[in-house]
Nanobody, 124 residues
């Protein structure tokens, strides 16, 4: 069981980054995948999630209209395209897979497998 997040880096405000989350087929096929972030001194917060088919996506209000989540099921990869980045987007970004049914899309505790995180730093 493995999740690998990558693509983080340092950018200036207004710039963009694309994060990738590669997963083993065992925990990828058929399951919801989400992105979360955690800034220093803050709790982990929901960013976006995508269903297995890709037909359902959900975003935090703070990123809606700037971030786009998508997935390539043939490659077992989920992407997070982040445009118009702001300093407040600075955080460690984590991808996670949910295999258990849940009514909540945004609660971190409802996700079962987590990647190691990738750091995004946005300077003003």
């Amino acid at each position: 069981v493995q999740l690998q997040a990558s693509g983080g880096g340092s950018v200036q405000a207004g710039g963009y980054l694309r994060l990738s989350c590669a997963a083993t087929a065992q925990i990828f096929n058929g399951y919801l995948v989400g992105w979360f972030r955690q800034a220093p001194g803050k709790e982990r917060e929901f960013v976006a999630t995508v269903s297995w088919s890709g037909s359902m996506t959900s975003y935090a209000d703070s990123v809606k209209g700037r971030f786009t989540i998508s997935r390539d099921n043939a490659k077992n990869i989920v992407y997070l395209l982040m445009n118009n980045l702001k300093p407040e987007d600075t955080a460690v970004y984590y991808c996670a897979v949910r295999v258990r049914p849940s009514l909540s899309l945004q609660a971190p505790g409802t996700y079962d497998y987590w990647g190691q995180g990738t750091l995004v730093t946005v300077s003003s």
